[in-house]
């Protein structure tokens, strides 16, 4: 009888952030972290710092201090911080120089026939990007559990069943790099978006990146930010149909008791991407009060 396989550092990182936010009440010490884990104290420090940029003691502290700030904050038309997740942040994904373009119509009903899509599978810190784009820009980003080219060419052909699949290795590297490089976005080009969607669906998407980096906001709030009070059902199909994982930030959205809600690529992929955001908030901190004279 063969037995498991053991849990991928990302994953051990998954379960830590989940554990930490689930307890961060009660202060959990390194050891009661570890202890969760099957893993030395040692070996969870330095793990979790690599990952992170931040101790998990320091990213236990952040999220218990946004957590207290988030009580003094309710009813701002934009969460800007979460009582459940004490995520914080500023600087908005938009001033990034992220530019959103719609597919035409006639695009769409042929079904891609007129665009050329170059497509790669990337390795990410959130595990494989299936990423696919044509010469206006990115059309898709979309989180894999395992790096296989077969099921990520039918997902391709069903999206564009007549579209000119051509598949170059590394292509899309680069820009998977850049995507968790925050602090450096601004040195590069414009990210073009190319992406098809209802009207409806691209002002949801377009709201989306409007939403602070490492802050969060509700399906309703989210409704009312379009002039559309009372249709957050209809927001939240918009916001599962979003084909750019990440860059189009769905997993800023949760419901309004706080729980983190739905997730197109799974609920640990959502607790993952908020809680490195929350981390790379904390480190940025960090390297701020280290620059500032004393």
């Known amino acids: 009888m063969h037995s498991a396989h053991p849990p991928r550092d990302e994953e051990r990182i998954t379960q830590a952030i989940r554990y930490l936010i689930q307890h961060a009440h009660s202060q959990p010490t390194l050891a009661q972290l570890a202890g969760t884990l099957n893993l030395s104290e040692y070996h969870l420090q330095r793990l979790f ?9 320091r990213f236990l502290q952040q999220i218990t201090l946004e957590a207290a700030k988030a009580g003094l904050q309710q009813g701002t038309a934009l969460l800007p911080l979460s009582h459940q997740l004490g995520l914080s942040g500023s600087s908005r994904l938009h001033d990034l120089f992220v530019t959103l373009e719609a597919m035409t119509p006639g695009e769409w009903r042929a079904g891609g026939a007129s665009l050329p899509l170059h497509w790669s599978i990337e390795p ?16 898709l980003l979309h989180f894999l559990p395992l790096a296989d080219h077969a099921s990520a060419r039918m997902l391709l052909q069903q999206r564009w069943p007549h579209a000119q699949l051509q598949y170059q290795s590394g292509s899309h590297q680069v820009l998977v790099a850049r995507l968790f490089q925050p602090q450096r976005l601004h040195d590069n080009p ?10 409806f669906q691209i002002q949801v998407w377009r709201a989306l990146l409007t939403i602070p980096y490492g802050s969060l906001c509700s399906y309703g709030q989210l409704a009312q930010a379009l002039g559309r009070p ?9 916001v599962g ?3 750019i994982a990440w860059l189009i930030p769905c ?11 739905g997730y197109r690529w799974g609920e640990n992929c959502k607790l993952s991407l908020l809680g490195w955001e929350a ?11 280290i620059e500032q004279p004393h």
């Open 241 to 243: 149909a979003n084909p």
């Open 49 to 57: 710092t690599q990952w992170a940029g931040i101790s998990p003691k």
């Open 190 to 199: 414009p990210l073009a978006l190319h992406v098809h969607g209802s009207n």
């Open 230 to 238: 009372g249709a957050g059902r209809a927001v939240g199909s918009a």
């Open 251 to 261: 997993h800023r959205v949760i419901r309004a008791s706080g729980a983190l809600g």
């Open 124 to 139: 990410s810190r959130f595990g494989p990007l299936l990423a696919a784009s044509t010469p206006r820009g990115l059309c």
């Open 279 to 289: 981390a790379q908030q904390a480190a940025a901190e960090n390297y701020r009060n």
